[in-house]
């Protein structure tokens, strides 16, 4: 079954630092997003990405974040600082042309810790 | 805005069912189900169009309320596998972003 692949899995950076999360999302999906669970918590919605352009994101999605697609393939999430509150698990999700009609497919996530 | 689950957790015998609500105050065009084990990522089980369609998936089924803009999961003869936290998701269109109730931990005993 075609599978969402994020690296890394667990990525420990200092406050202030630049991060880079990757993805490759199902090569067929034209829709891909970001989410995050900060521990014990529901999944919040960051960005999301159709035709090389974000077409919506929310407040938390401010000026540190960024995403690209720089080569068709691969998804990208950068943090141009980090803060502390930036620690979560975060999902990249792919979902299928047809959209409405199936579910989004989330990667197993890539654990941020800022120390 | 957030959709509303309930109850907030469920405790089971194997065998035994359960019911998850859904609620949004506000149009919805899809609503989306998910289970999560802890340390994985949301697994998709199924999606409602608006329309009041049930879905089934194994012995998990859903319906959907358009007027009522309530989504109810239908969990029966449960089994230890089904343990998880079940979260669903609310799109106001289609492709939209997901917007996630609050989640409801399911534990199943033997």
């Known amino acids: 079954e075609p599978e969402v692949t994020q690296t890394p899995s667990h990525q420990v950076t200092q406050m202030g630092q630049e991060v880079i999360l990757r993805c490759v999302p199902i090569?067929?999906?034209?829709?891909f997003y970001w989410y995050r669970q900060i521990l014990g918590q529901k999944v919040e919605f960051l960005v999301s990405?159709?035709?090389?352009?974000?077409?919506?994101k929310s407040e938390i999605f401010d000026d540190q974040f960024s995403v690209e697609r720089p080569d068709g393939s691969n998804f990208t999430l950068k943090i141009r600082s980090t803060k502390l509150e930036d620690s979560a698990m975060y999902f990249c999700?792919?979902?299928?042309?047809?959209?409405?009609?199936?579910?989004?497919?989330f990667g197993s996530g890539t654990r941020l810790t800022v120390v | 805005q957030q959709p509303v689950q309930s109850p907030q957790a469920v405790i089971l015998r194997e065998g035994e069912d359960a019911v998850i609500n859904c609620s949004s105050s506000?149009?919805?065009?899809?609503v989306h189900w998910y289970r999560q084990k802890h340390g994985e990522a949301p697994v998709f089980l199924m999606i409602?169009?608006?329309?009041?369609e049930q879905k089934g998936h194994e012995k998990i089924s859903a319906s959907f309320n358009e007027k009522k803009q309530q989504s109810s999961l239908y969990l029966t003869a449960s089994q230890l596998s089904y343990s998880g936290t079940y979260f669903c998701?609310?799109?106001?269109?289609?492709?939209?972003?997901?917007?996630f109730g609050q989640g409801t931990i399911l534990t199943v005993h033997p």
């Open positions: 999700a792919s979902s299928d042309p047809g959209g409405a009609n199936y579910g989004y497919t």
């Open positions: 090569s067929n999906h034209l829709y």
């Open positions: 990405f159709y035709n090389n352009e974000i077409s919506e």
């Open positions: 506000k149009a919805l065009y899809s």
């Open positions: 409602l169009l608006k329309g009041g």
């Open positions: 998701g609310i799109t106001g269109t289609s492709y939209g972003k997901l917007t």
